[in-house]
């Protein structure tokens, strides 16, 4: 059974940073795609980073340059590195498998980021 754990977020500055974990089991992230998404109140959930089983990335637009992803393998974790934090980042973020996403499974509780002064 796959579970995914998410932790790490909270209430920061805008210009401040945050690094969320996703803690994996049932699943083997070294050779899964893997991503971050997040939702915002009244939006629908949008794909924030992907970390592919070769290890390539990719990013939505808006956090280029500004958010990381990447996996421990000996841990059978993801992160995500949030810097340079804008308001409208604020949001739950997820952690899934691509697939789960795409399927609509495995998603877990979320931690909630806000970007406020």
């Known amino acids: 059974q796959v579970q995914l754990v998410e932790s790490g977020g909270g209430l920061v500055q805008p210009g401040g940073s945050l690094r969320l974990s996703c803690a994996a089991s049932g699943i083997n992230v070294r050779i899964s795609h893997m991503g971050w998404f997040r939702q915002a109140p009244g939006k629908q959930r949008d794909m924030v980073a992907r970390?592919?089983?070769?290890?390539?990335?990719d990013y939505a637009d808006s956090v280029k340059g500004r958010f990381t992803i990447s996996r421990d393998n000996a841990k059978n974790t993801v992160y995500l590195q949030m810097d340079s934090l804008k308001p409208d980042d604020t949001a739950v973020y997820y952690c899934?498998?691509?697939?789960?996403?795409?399927?609509?499974?495995?998603w877990g509780q979320g931690t909630q980021v806000t970007v406020s002064s």
């Open positions: 899934n498998s691509l697939a789960g996403a795409v399927n609509n499974k495995y």
């Open positions: 970390i592919y089983n070769v290890g390539t990335t």
